[in-house]
Structures are given as structure tokens and as C-alpha cells.
Nanobody, 114 residues
Framework: QVQLVESGGGLVQAGGSLTLSCTAS????????MSWYRQAPGKQREFVAL???????MYAGSLKGRFTISRDNAKNAMYLQMNSLKPEDTAVYYC????????WGQGTQVTVSS
């Protein structure tokens, strides 16, 4: 079993920055793709960004340039640097990791005030 724990969420003013972290623990030989998703109230969960084991990255088109995904394979950790935050970025942010199966974290709340 693998557990994913997100942290770093909180309340920030529009234009501010936050860095989210996701740490994996449990029986892990290696982690394949890791990614961030988010779900705003009343909306479906949506893709934010993905990073492969060797550092290849993908972003939702509207977020590229403001968000940066990274990972530390030695620490089984992934990060999301979010800059120039907007109220529409308010959501619960989830991390996902593909190990022997697909695992999700419990989410961390990000609230951006106008």
C-alpha cells in the first residue's frame, strides 16, 4: 500500500504564491508519473500538471507559466509552485501517483481571496 499526503495549502490573496507538497510513503520501489489535480466547489476534478520519473512535464494549458511542477525522487516527493494566484484557482488540490497502482492523496485546500 502507498499513502500520499499533501500539504502547503491555505488562504492567500490574489497575486500571491503557494507551494504544495506531496509525499509518498509505504511499499514503494519506484514511482512512475506523479500529477496534480484540483476540484473546485460544484465542479469536476480537473488535471493541473504531470511530471514523469525523468522530469518530463505537462500542464493544463491555462496554467502553464504560473504553475511549476517538480519532484524529488529520492524523497518520493512532488511539489507544485503556484504563482500569480487568482480567485478561480480556489480548489482542493490532489496529488496522484502511479506506483503498482494509482493512488490519490486526501487533498489540500487552496483558497485565493480577491
Amino acid at each position: 500500500q502507498v499513502q500520499l499526503v499533501e500539504s502547503g495549502g491555505g488562504l492567500v490573496q490574489a497575486g500571491g504564491s503557494l507551494t504544495l507538497s506531496c509525499t509518498a510513503s509505504g511499499t514503494i520501489l519506484s514511482i512512475n508519473d506523479m500529477s496534480w489535480y484540483r476540484q473546485a466547489p460544484g465542479k469536476q476534478r480537473e488535471f493541473v500538471a504531470l511530471i514523469s520519473t525523468d522530469g518530463f512535464t505537462m500542464y493544463a494549458g491555462s496554467l502553464k507559466g504560473r504553475f511549476t511542477i517538480s519532484r524529488d525522487n529520492a524523497k518520493n516527493a512532488m511539489y507544485l509552485q503556484m504563482n500569480s494566484l487568482k480567485p478561480e484557482d480556489t480548489a482542493v488540490y490532489y496529488c496522484k501517483a502511479v506506483v503498482d497502482s494509482t493512488y490519490w492523496g486526501q487533498g489540500t485546500q487552496v483558497t485565493v481571496s480577491s
